[in-house]
């Protein structure tokens, strides 16, 4: 059974810097897109930022110009540097793999938490 392991969450002041990190146990073949989602609490699930096997990357508007998602696909590892973190980043984020051969499957994170605060 395939994981994937988060790591660099916690807590930071308003205007801090973090960065996450998330490598899959074992090579993944196929994979696609990998990405962050975040939940905070009474939220749904919401994607943060995404980068494809080519490089194309998205990132919701709130997050634009703070953070940057970068991957090394040869050893499925994301990670997102998040700068001028506001308290409205504060959730559990996770990390998402979308494989796409041999067939569609959706691989996520435990989650780690990141808390804005003064």
């Known amino acids: 059974q395939v994981q994937l392991v988060e790591s660099g969450g916690g807590l930071v002041q308003p205007g801090g810097s973090l960065r996450l990190s998330c490598a899959a146990s074992?090579?993944?073949?196929?994979?696609?897109?990998m990405g962050w989602y975040r939940q905070a609490p009474g939220a749904q699930r919401e994607l943060v930022a995404s980068?494809?096997?080519?490089?194309?990357?998205n990132y919701a508007d709130s997050v634009k110009g703070r953070f940057t998602i970068s991957r090394d696909a040869a050893r499925n590892t994301v990670s997102l540097q998040m700068s001028s973190l506001k308290p409205e980043d504060t959730a559990v984020y996770y990390c998402?793999?979308?494989?796409?051969?041999?067939?569609?499957?959706?691989?996520w994170g435990q989650g780690t938490q990141v808390t804005v605060s003064s």
């Open positions: 998402h793999f979308q494989r796409v051969f041999p067939a569609r499957y959706d691989y």
């Open positions: 074992r090579v993944i073949v196929g994979i696609n897109a």
């Open positions: 980068i494809t096997s080519g490089g194309s990357t």
